[in-house]
């Protein structure tokens, strides 16, 4: 009997309705409500604000981060993926949901036009949970907080102040979800999510120690107890002036101490991983388990003239992307794969790994040809910034196009991977390609999102605002 017919057997017509908006039924598609005992777990790792090029892993001269390392020698280590966007909420829900940013429309609080997800636009959680898996979530909120729909499938979603509550969190889950087999297995999926990378750098002072360098002699805070009490135990907004004002942009040993920070802090949330790791493996999961790690965007120490993440260069757009599979699932390891990837390539992988259906809207293309050997074509990479529409970029094989309002530029990254000198005047029938392309994604999201039903303005509660102030998301203009 075919899956469709099977579907309209078993599920209400409700469901149906559903699924077909999904895209689900019509693909012939069952939706599963048993699940495979021998189907792997999911843990899914994202370290916010994290550069690909300041990891050992990824070329990095420093030891900043050996458990990702040894991470990426047991998997597979994308050299050359990037986000859909230089922002946390709309970073992740690309990463989510497998659509471009005008398709889901998450942007960050502070942002114009703030919306919740579509109840309409499934998550990778809730596909999971859909198929019997347990899904669970510890994050530090802010801008992946609930009430922008990040907890959509989620049984629950915890959120910590601080990487290591997190990490914590996160391994007690570990603990409930073997308590709760009673010699059964239920696959979950699990979600771990820090800020701890973010800005102002503040490390412990056992990791900055590590980088920083004995001689400097500037002013920059470097631990969180000297930035509180400088500022007088005021808001956030007292203790980022502090921080950013004691910065001298035009002397290099206050841009390379602010690496050093930046750093210090990497090697203090890969300690965190590792911690994490090891009561995986004490729990005997790790061969059992997909291991993801991955960031939502990159950070700029001045590249292109400025600091923090609000620019669409490389630097910013670069992100890490290991997986880590096990075993039995047959799949390479130690690999090392140059093709340009994109996050919105996550969902479609993990779901064809798992044997799940993808929805049909998904923008998103599985990885799976590419670690079989059997894909070389070249991806194009959207990203954009939902601050104003009109912040995009398109990678497109070795050019690169960005739009910020009435301004472009064009850059061919192979002679050229600095983004450095603009080609705009020089090739205008590549810009004319890459501006069609560029607004046919965005006419296509446009039209997929106009078919999904528009989710009420999430209310930004009191400890959300106060998680976004110390972040510093709130009260400047994105």
């Known amino acids: 009997m075919r899956n469709a017919e099977i579907l309209r057997q078993f599920l209400r017509p409700a469901t149906l309705g559903v699924l077909a908006a999904m895209g689900l039924a019509a693909a012939g598609w069952s939706c599963r409500r ?70 889901h429309r998450v942007a960050n609080w502070g942002e114009r036009q703030v ?12 596909l999971l949970a859909r198929s019997g898996y347990r899904t669970e979530a510890h994050t530090e909120g802010g801008n992946v907080s609930a009430r922008l729909g990040f907890d959509q499938g989620f049984e629950v979603y915890q959120e ?53 360098e004995p001689s400097y002699s500037g002013d ?34 206050d841009i390379q101490h602010l690496k050093d920070l930046y750093d210090a802090e990497i090697l203090f949330t890969d300690s965190q991983l590792a911690a994490f790791r090891e009561h995986l493996r004490r729990l005997d999961l790790e061969d059992e388990t997909i291991l993801v790690v991955l960031s939502d965007h990159g950070e700029e120490f001045l590249e292109h003239g400025g600091f923090l993440h609000n620019a669409l260069f490389q630097e910013i757009l670069h992100v890490p992307l290991i997986f880590r599979f096990p075993a039995n699932l047959g799949l390479a390891s130690g690999r090392r794969i140059q093709s340009v990837v994109r996050l919105v390539d996550v969902v479609p992988t993990l779901l064809e790994v798992l044997e799940l259906p993808a929805p049909e809207h998904i923008q998103g293309e599985s990885l799976l040809p590419l670690v079989e050997g059997d894909e070389t074509l070249a991806r194009p990479v959207f990203s954009q910034w939902l601050a104003a529409g009109r912040i995009v970029a398109l990678r497109d094989g070795e050019w690169k196009y960005i739009r910020v309002k009435r301004k472009e530029q064009l850059f ?16 205008q029938e590549v810009l004319a390609r ?16 106009e078919t999904r039903t528009t989710a009420r303005p999430p209310r930004l509660d009191q400890e959300t605002r106060e998680q976004l102030e110390a972040l510093g998301y709130l009260g400047v203009d994105p």
């Open 34 to 103: 048993s699940v495979d005992p021998q189907r792997p777990n999911l843990v899914l790792v994202s370290i916010d604000t994290l550069r690909a090029d300041h990891l050992t892993a990824y070329g990095y001269e420093r030891s900043t981060s050996p458990e990702i390392s040894r991470l990426a020698s047991e998997g597979i280590l994308f050299e050359q993926a990037f986000s859909q966007s230089p922002k946390t909420a709309t970073s992740h829900m690309s990463l989510f949901t497998g659509v471009y940013p005008p398709a």
């Open 115 to 126: 919306r919740r997800l579509s109840d309409d636009v499934p998550t990778l959680a809730t």
């Open 160 to 212: 910590h102040r601080g990487a290591e509550p997190v990490f914590e969190g996160a391994s007690r889950a570990l603990d409930r979800f073997v308590q709760d087999e009673n010699g059964g297995h239920t696959p979950f999926f699990l979600f771990i999510h820090t800020f701890e990378v973010h800005d102002p750098y503040v490390p412990p002072a056992e990791f900055a120690d590590r980088f920083v």
């Open 220 to 253: 920059i805070v470097g631990s969180q107890e000297e930035l509180e009490s400088l500022a007088g135990g005021g808001s956030y907004w007292a203790r980022n002036a502090v921080y950013w004002n004691r910065v001298d942009r035009n002397d290099p040993a």
């Open 412 to 427: 061919d990254l192979s002679s050229d991977p600095s983004e450095s000198v603009d080609l705009l005047s020089a090739r």
């Open 434 to 449: 890459l501006q069609a392309r560029v607004d046919e994604i965005i006419g296509d999201s446009y039209a997929f999102a």
